[in-house]
T-cell receptor, first 112, second 114 residues
Framework: DAKTTQPNSMESNEEEPVHLPCNHS???????IHWYRQLPSQGPEYVIH???SNVNNRMASLAIAEDRKSSTLILHRATLRDAAVYYC?????????????FGGGTRLMVKP | DSGVTQTPKHLITATGQRVTLRCSPR?????VYWYQQSLDQGLQFLIQ???????AKGNILERFSAQQFPDLHSELNLSSLELGDSALYFC?????????????FGAGSRLTVL
């Protein structure tokens, strides 16, 4: 799977929007962009994924750049419970069923 | 509850011993993945099974082995344990077929080797 680059950490205030960036300049046409998060002492949790168009679900929104070389995970109103490590991962649709390769992710800290 | 069940939640044992970690995948999922997360390391992929067959292998030590049974549950066997094997071990499952292939993780088994 192609590589992604994320900031090591970010800070946000509670109830404010958070934009978590991810660069993936070597993305291929069949790569899905996945986001997972890991809360303290828990297993990773799926957040959202997309291919080309922006996506919304109950947890977050995913904004994908037109050239697909970067994306942004948007938490509309951060809560203390959103403090976690967020992982941006590319998945090749041609290798459906392959494992996820986790990088370092972005540690999000939410201040009350 | 994610639907992926891991047992035991916590395990304390001594160096040189052998332990077995168990994972029941989400209903309908055919793929099982094992990951290791040490204190100072990220999530490291160990091994994947699909419908009973080994599909992919990561940085899994020779002292470790796994299998997936006909009822699709999986076991990770860790032998000749060393202090450095202390870690969280996560199991995940997926249907293994769809293009997006979202993984669902269990809560993990925390292994402490003394």
């Amino acid at each position: 799977d192609a590589k992604t680059t994320q900031p090591n950490s970010m800070e946000s205030n509670e109830e404010e929007p958070v934009h978590l960036p991810c660069n993936h300049s070597t993305i291929s046409g069949t790569d899905y962009i996945h986001w997972y998060r890991q809360l303290p002492s828990q297993g990773p949790e799926y957040v959202i994924h997309g291919l080309t168009s922006n996506v919304n679900n109950r947890m977050a929104s995913l904004a994908i750049a037109e050239d697909r070389k970067s994306s942004t995970l948007i938490l509309h109103r951060a809560t203390l419970r959103d403090a976690a490590v967020y992982y941006c991962i590319l998945r090749d649709a041609n290798n459906a069923g392959n494992m996820l390769t986790f990088g370092g992710g972005t540690r999000l800290m939410v201040k009350p | 509850d994610s639907g992926v069940t891991q047992t035991p939640k916590h395990l304390i044992t001594a160096t040189g011993q052998r332990v077995t970690l168990r994972c029941s995948p989400r209903s309908g999922d055919l793929s099982v993945y094992w990951y290791q997360q040490s204190l100072d390391q990220g999530l490291q992929f160990l091994i994947q099974y699909y419908n009973g067959e080994e599909r992919a292998k990561g940085n899994i030590l020779e002292r470790f082995s796994a299998q997936q049974f006909p009822d699709l549950h999986s076991e990770l066997n860790l032998s000749s344990l060393e202090l450095g094997d202390s870690a969280l071990y996560f199991c995940a499952s997926s249907d293994g077929r769809s293009g997006a292939n979202v993984l669902t993780f269990g809560a993990g088994s925390r292994l402490t080797v003394l």
